[in-house]
């Protein structure tokens, strides 16, 4: 493929709410482009963006797909998105590296939380928008209705640029509101299209369209204001020179009729996109940091190269792949550019340009373009390659924080260093996933955006490292502590052949304040025990806080004194006094009234009012307690306290309660005393998994 320059790219990221046909809008794009000569379909897994198993599997994009196509002379970069809200970290991305947005919505679904969610995160990039109204040859659609909740909801700068004439399932021809004309599509799914003058009431009706967006063009540009008013009008040649200004300001947001998967509607958009729509030009300058931290700007027409890696995949017919931007200089095969994140020196190696899977290697990449590089050696999502002489860093994408989490489980013995390898480079490649090895629950904990995202993460960490690994509820991390005072005198006495054990020791324990942790003190007086023992004893306490007394969890907020005991001149010695300690504290705390503290987050819940209901009844079957409710807009913003225990999978619950409306986070506040019937449950399991754990490991 050849070279463009800046000015012919278009890079636009496909974004919408799940299943609004963002995959077979990009399908469409590639057969009107003969990319492809058919349409694949996502029920026979044939699409060219939903490539990956787990897509083809759940009939859904998980991943961010680039393609790219040549329409009239200008080079498409297209990046299909997935629409469930889990895998928001590939939107994330693609709107980062995108020059405009192309947000599509279902004809008969209307606007959902994905659409309101992906144009919210184009606005912070500060990209403007086109919408596509798409799926028109459904039964039951209401173009004009759509169109108006599309008015009230992104404002009055939304205007149609066609309108569908047939809509339903014979849909094939639109009203052409640039052109006044009738287009006709073809049958056969090819994208072609003829053209005739729009006549009679059509012809009224798009010649008023046509005039109003004179009106609407002209109101953008001051200069083409006073053109319209000294003339009463605009020409032809300056109302079109005024679209692609009035496109970038988002005084204009051109919404088009289309229906993808019989491929009526699209090429016109393309024609629109290829003449009117954002190119890297647009955003000629971008922010950086250089190398003291200050900040700075990237300039698209600079010698020095800056690429930014907004995307990174490992596939097992792939390799290491890495999706980058190149936001100045060239990226050229077999030079070393500078990872200003990592400071470590890349030597670039295949440089490819991507549909779906399939892939053509190129020499190089010009500033503006998008492509992918394989096998870097430790370059990852977010990171910035640039050239060595100039050290600066791109703003990076700020992901989501995860709201769900789950215990990953082996099946398998010895695949421990598989699975951690595993984990670390799904992390690389997809940062909105964490995981965690959790010394005190001894469990390795996984947290994503959602519970889909969760399976998916499973899955690839299955199929790629060949692990195999369970989900399951992470155990909380309950505390144990006293109300009352205890005491106790304990003495070890072991005599075998040859030296025993001796130690006796005296013990006081009380509870301190909430939070206040563990404090150990001695006030021993007198011979009675030699001062060299009191860290053995301590010794022998903490072992006893770190593995617990009635139900195997952390001890917290006691205050130990050990007071006084006994020991043998020959017999005492430090294990035996660590043991004394052990049992001592072991026995002084089940006479303190033991209980269990739980720990309690701090949620905040934003939902539409319309739902305050079913979330408040919901949050008190969990225990929460509410700590306020303010409004914001249309939505209400909830925050609780409510236990760690009772909020595993709570996104989940969240979403069918709200239609997909709400969202939370949740973080960890402070303990709690929890209540007694909840507290024997857990005491109770804690006792059978020790008996489970004793019967199979008896030394």
């Not at 989940?652 to 506040?669: D, I, K, N, P, Q």
Request: with cysteine.
């Amino acid at each position: 493929m050849k070279n463009y320059p800046p000015a012919e790219i278009r890079n636009f990221a496909i974004v919408g709410h799940a299943s609004s046909g963002k995959t077979l809008l990009s399908e469409a794009m590639l057969r009107c482009a003969g990319v492809i000569t058919r349409m694949g379909r996502i029920a026979d897994g044939t699409t060219v963006s939903d490539y990956h198993a787990s897509e083809k599997h759940r009939q859904i994009s998980v991943s961010a797909t680039l393609m790219h196509a040549d329409w009239s002379g200008k080079k498409f970069n297209m990046i299909d998105t997935p629409g469930y809200l889990d895998f928001i970290s590939e939107g994330l991305g693609a709107l980062r590296v995108g020059d405009f947005a192309l947000v599509v919505i279902q004809a008969q679904h209307g606007l959902g939380v994905g659409t309101d969610r992906a144009w919210n995160y184009a606005t912070n990039y500060g990209i403007p928008k086109m919408i596509v109204i798409n799926a028109l040859d459904k039964e039951n659609t209401n173009f004009e209705a759509v169109l108006k909740s599309a008015k009230e909801h992104f404002g009055r700068h939304v205007f149609p640029v066609s309108i569908p004439i047939d809509a339903g399932p014979g849909f094939k021809r639109t009203l052409d509101v640039l052109r006044n004309e009738i287009i006709t599509y073809a049958a056969d799914g090819s994208g072609k299209y003829t053209e005739e003058p729009a006549t009679g009431d059509w012809g009224e009706k798009v010649k008023a369209l046509h005039r109003e967006l004179i009106e609407h063009i002209a109101e953008s540009d001051d200069s083409l204001m006073n053109q319209y008013f000294e003339k009463g009008g605009l020409s032809e040649e300056e109302f079109r020179s005024g679209i692609h200004a009035a496109v970038q300001k988002e005084l204009f947001i051109p919404l088009f009729a289309a229906s993808a998967e019989k491929n009526v509607g699209v090429a016109r958009l393309m024609d629109f996109i290829a003449k009117y729509g954002s190119s890297p030009v647009d955003r000629k300058k971008v922010p950086a940091i250089d190398a003291n931290g200050k900040d700075t700007e990237v300039l698209l027409d600079s010698a020095e190269t800056t690429a930014y890696i907004f995307k990174t995949m490992s596939e097992a017919h792939f390799g290491e792949l890495s999706f980058f931007r190149v936001y100045s200089g060239t990226v050229t095969t077999g030079t070393d550019l500078f990872n200003s994140d990592r400071k470590i020196t890349e030597r670039v190696g295949q440089i490819f340009l991507l549909n779906g899977q399939t892939r053509e290697a190129v020499h190089s990449l010009g500033a503006g373009d998008i492509g992918a590089v394989v096998k870097l050696k430790d370059t990852h999502t977010g990171n910035t390659l640039c050239s060595p002489k100039h050290p600066l860093t791109l703003p990076k994408v700020v992901y989501p924080k995860p709201n769900i989490h789950a215990a990953l489980i082996a099946s398998v013995k010895g695949e421990e260093d598989k699975i951690a390898t595993g984990l670390a480079a799904l992390h690389e490649e997809d940062p909105t996933f964490l995981y965690l090895v959790d010394g005190e629950l001894h469990q390795t904990i996984i947290s994503a955006q959602g519970e889909l995202h969760l399976e998916v993460v499973a899955d690839r960490l299955r199929r790629r490292h060949n692990v195999h690994v369970e989900l399951a509820e992470p155990r909380v991390k309950y505390r144990e502590t006293i109300k009352g005072k205890g005491e106790s005198k304990y003495r070890h006495k072991k005599q075998t052949g040859g030296a025993g054990q001796f130690a006796e020791v005296w013990m006081r324990i009380e509870p301190k304040p909430r939070d206040s942790g563990v404090e150990f003190t001695q006030s021993l007086v007198g011979q009675n025990v030699d001062r060299n023992f009191v860290p053995s004893v301590e010794k022998g306490v903490q072992q006893v806080c770190s593995e617990g007394v009635i139900a195997g969890c952390r001890v917290t907020d006691v205050k130990i004194d050990f007071y006084d005991g006994k020991m043998h001149p020959v017999d005492s010695k430090d294990i035996a006094f660590q043991i004394a300690g052990y049992f001592a504290f072991k026995e002084s705390f089940v006479a303190a009234k033991p209980v269990l503290l739980e720990p309690i987050e701090t949620v905040e819940i934003r939902i539409p009012e319309d739902f305050m209901g079913k979330v408040m009844g919901d949050l008190s079957s969990r225990r929460g307690k509410i700590l306020g409710i303010e409004a914001e807009g249309a939505f209400q913003l909830i925050k609780a306290h409510v236990p760690t225990a009772e909020l595993y999978h709570y996104s989940s619950t969240l979403r069918s309660l709200t239609g997909g409306a709400g969202v939370h986070t949740e973080e960890v506040s402070h303990y709690e005393e929890m209540p007694r019937d909840a507290a024997e449950k857990v005491i109770a399991e804690a006792t059978k998994r020790k008996a489970h754990h004793d019967h199979h490991n008896p030394h």
